[in-house]
């Protein structure tokens, strides 16, 4: 094995190593799974224009980052240059892929699942069986809507709050579909959840209004414009008119 000195680039290691046996190296428990698309733009852009590039492994030759890289870099039968941290395990994975924007929702939800985080299957087997976007199951299964849920949910400390009433939730949404082809959208998703807390809101009175109006409920730009709407449907021949939208 050649040893190449360069400057230090982690903490932990001052040396990059190179090497041809790519049987040293292992994937890591719960990282994502394998793009091909990735891997076969990275073996296109390696193939046109090959780039010095180093991958970090631990004490254990687990790839913590690199690891589309590390595939290309071994079919192509390339040298692989890489540095080792000792103690690097999953969170520096999820640390890593946080800080250059590599990793998605689907990548995290995989990883967690895979190292048996109970939350997260729960949330896998929601998102399976509802067919909705992950802020929208975010959303029902903790009860809560800010920004800050997705950093939650990328950081492994993601927790459901309520799993058969969030599928009680959704359920009753989902109840619409037959009157509106858009019912899992996540303007109308959050505009329904609006409405749910709302105590001058009845979900029965609002799906019998439905169905004298079958086609009144149309796509809106926003959650604001389907509250809008579904308080004119929901006055519908109604003596009271009744305020949704405070």
């Not at 733009?41 to 492994?57: A, G």
């Not at 199951?137 to 459901?160: A, E, P, R, W």
């Not at 809106?220 to 949704?244: D, M, P």
Request: proline fraction near 2%; charge should be positive.
């Amino acid at each position: 094995m050649n040893n190449l000195k360069t400057e230090p680039m982690v903490k932990h290691s001052n040396q990059v190593h190179t090497t041809t046996d790519y049987f040293l190296f292992k994937s890591i428990d719960g990282n994502r799974n394998k793009n091909l698309l990735h891997i076969n733009r990275l073996k296109k852009s390696m193939n046109d224009n090959y780039l010095f590039t180093v991958i970090i492994v631990n004490e254990n030759h687990e790839i913590i980052d690199g690891q589309h890289r590390f595939e290309v870099i071994k079919e192509l039968k390339l040298p692989l240059h890489y540095i080792v941290c000792k103690g690097y395990g999953l969170s520096e994975v999820h640390v890593l892929n946080q800080n250059s924007k590599t990793w998605n929702a689907d990548d995290y939800l995989t990883g967690y699942c895979n190292l048996g985080n109970k939350d997260y299957i729960k949330y896998r087997e929601f998102k399976e069986t509802y067919g909705i976007g992950h802020n929208e199951c975010m959303t029902i299964l903790t009860g809560m809507h800010n920004k800050s849920q997705v950093d939650v949910f990328y950081s492994g400390t993601f927790k459901i709050k309520d799993y058969n009433e969030a599928c009680k939730t959704i359920e009753k949404i989902l109840l619409i579909e037959p009157y509106y082809i858009g019912a899992k959208r996540r303007s109308f998703i959050y505009a329904m959840l609006q409405l749910f807390k709302n105590p001058n809101f009845e979900f029965t009175e609002f799906l019998q209004k439905l169905k004298c109006q079958p086609t009144a409920l149309v796509d809106c730009a926003n959650t604001t414009q389907y509250v809008s709407l579904i308080e004119e449907i929901y006055n519908y021949r109604r003596r009271e008119k009744v305020n949704l939208r405070y």
